[in-house]
């Protein structure tokens, strides 16, 4: 196999590009492009944006949790594999650093919005 004409490099197996999730229609929600009905908001079939940052607080919380544990088994002597814990600590570190920079923007934008004149 080649990729871009040179010949020797070999193709990467099992790669699956980027798919962006489809919302599928619903009786309830109005198709793209139509308006909300009067007196009502179209809602989209998917869940409430309170839903989604309260899943990822509790996914956070959950690899905190298992980075904690994992500490103080490899404190005690009791964890076999100290790379579990190396690789746990640095997954609750990103977790957290994104979920951090996800805040700062939130409360960046809501301090935009209440900036705009109406």
Do not use: C, W
Not at 5 to 34: M, R, Y
Not at 78 to 93: K, R, S, V
């Amino acid at each position: 196999m080649s990729i871009g004409g040179i010949e020797g490099i070999p193709g990467v197996g099992g790669f699956t590009p980027f798919a962006p999730p489809t919302v599928p229609a619903t009786p309830s929600a109005p198709a793209v492009g139509d308006a909300p009905s009067v007196g009502g908001v179209g809602r989209a079939g998917g869940p409430d944006f309170g839903e989604l940052v309260l899943d990822g607080l509790d996914r956070l919380d959950g690899v905190q949790r298992t980075a904690d544990q994992l500490s103080v088994q490899a404190a005690t002597g009791e964890l076999q594999n100290i790379h579990d814990y190396t690789i746990a600590a640095t997954q609750a570190a990103v977790t957290t650093q994104v979920t951090v920079a996800v805040r700062n923007k939130a409360v960046e934008a809501f301090t935009e919005i209440m900036r705009m004149q109406v």
